[in-house]
């Protein structure tokens, strides 16, 4: 059962549009993309091989992309979090297609690219055993003790290789290519006889992290490394992402392609108030969505259901739930 779905992350979604916003958007922003989307697509596969191996089930528990607090002050990220009766799976996903080098002897992990120069990259299964240590600390807090949570992280791309260097068993039990998981979690799940959450429990655990999450707060371009002098204004088009939709009606036109959209401001809105500020005036929305008529911009924002204070021309409107996603 699904409580959190694979959806594209915000940290894509609002990059994109950065991208479509800057007259020369630089490189090193088309490369984040690009690693962000390869990312996000070695996560959709890995639930395509989820559902074949018919891991989702009445009593099994999905979330995706979750980000929960940790002591107060910091967030942990997980990938992939499943819940079963008999135990929790952390599937943290990689999808480089690099040497993943192990030596735990030596409490040694290098990450080399198909030449063997070194790559930047933190130890997967160290990465995946202090997520299990958080969660497992976040669920005590919840009222579940003694629950056995397994970390592992999922390789995506075949061509990468692990070379365990001391004790290759512990290795390969902990980071492995996806048609390996449906294996190593039926084993898990045989060899531990440990009582089981009850699915009402266990369903209110999920929908409890799922409300815990806390999708990322950044300062978007100081983020990105933009200056928000050269982000330009106006409605993207959903069709061709060509910016600069124009107003007819009680829609949005676009002159590139032709594509009609009723609801194309809404993206806007949540640009504006993750690359400027989170309030929005009337004339600061006219010039944003690039409108003469502050009556039509009224209309517009009274429809986005926006939080507001003040009155008339001193009205300021602030994100609700729907626009900070």
Known sequence: ???????????????????????????????????????????????????????????????????????????????FLLLTPLCAFILEVKSQPHYFIFNPAANQFRLENNAGNLVSGNDPIAQVEEQVDQLRWWIAEYGINHYPIYGIAALANPRSTVIAKSN?????????????????????????????????????????????????????????????KDIQPGVICPNCFRIGMQRKRYSWYCNSCHHISKNAHHDAFRDFFSFFKPSITNKEARWWLQLDNRFTTHAILKNMNLESSGETRGRVYYPNLQTRR
């Open 168 to 228: 290759p068993e512990q290795i390969h039990q902990k980071i492995m290519h996806f048609p390996y998981l449906k294996k190593r979690m039926k084993i898990i799940q045989t060899e531990d006889p440990k009582s089981k959450v009850s699915i009402p429990h266990l369903k209110r655990l999920a929908h409890a992290l799922a409300n815990a999450h806390c999708p990322p707060r950044y300062n978007w371009c100081e983020y990105f490394e933009v200056n928000t």
């Open 1 to 79: 059962m699904f409580i959190k779905n694979v959806e594209k992350p915000i940290t894509i979604a609002l990059l994109e549009a950065l991208i479509y916003r800057l007259k020369q958007p630089p490189p090193r922003l088309e490369a984040m993309l690009k690693g962000l989307n390869q990312g996000f697509r070695a996560e959709r596969e890995l639930l395509y091989y989820l559902e074949r191996a018919r891991v989702f089930k009445e009593d099994v528990f999905l979330l995706h992309d979750l980000r929960l607090p940790a002591n107060g002050s910091t967030f942990f990220q997980i990938d």
